[in-house]
Nanobody, 119 residues
Framework: QVQLVESGGGLVQPGGSLRLSCAAS????????MEWHRQAPGKQRELVAG???????NYADSVKGRFTISRDNDKNTAYLQMNSLKSEDTAVYYC?????????????WGQGTQVTVSA
């Protein structure tokens, strides 16, 4: 069992930056990959960025070049550095961890943290 706790959300001006953190506890050796997702009011939850155990990353086109996902396995924490923020980045951001075991897979989600981009 894995527990994820997110932090770092808040209110920021357009063009500003925020850094989100996702601290994992429990069976941390079972985590194969970590992702950040977001959900804006009235919209579908979408994948923002993902990172493997070895540090291979991928990003949604809408955030490529502005956001950076990273992972510190010593601290059992994933991060999302968000630069050049736009109003359309306003959403609840969720951390997701995935574990594969035999023919099964397990998904773990954080509680979410609100990011609001407004002047």
């Amino acid at each position: 069992q894995v527990q994820l706790v997110e932090s770092g959300g808040g209110l920021v001006q357009p063009g500003g930056s925020l850094r989100l953190s996702c601290a994992a506890s429990g069976s941390i050796f079972s985590i194969n990959r970590m992702e950040w997702h977001r959900q804006a009011p009235g919209k579908q939850r979408e994948l923002v960025a993902g990172i493997t155990r070895g540090g291979i990353t991928n990003y949604a086109d809408s955030v490529k070049g502005r956001f950076t996902i990273s992972r510190d396995n010593d601290k059992n924490t994933a991060y999302l550095q968000m630069n050049s923020l736009k109003s359309e980045d306003t959403a609840v951001y969720y951390c997701k961890a995935t574990h594969y075991s035999g023919s099964s897979y397990f998904l773990y989600w954080g509680q979410g943290t609100q990011v609001t981009v407004s002047a």
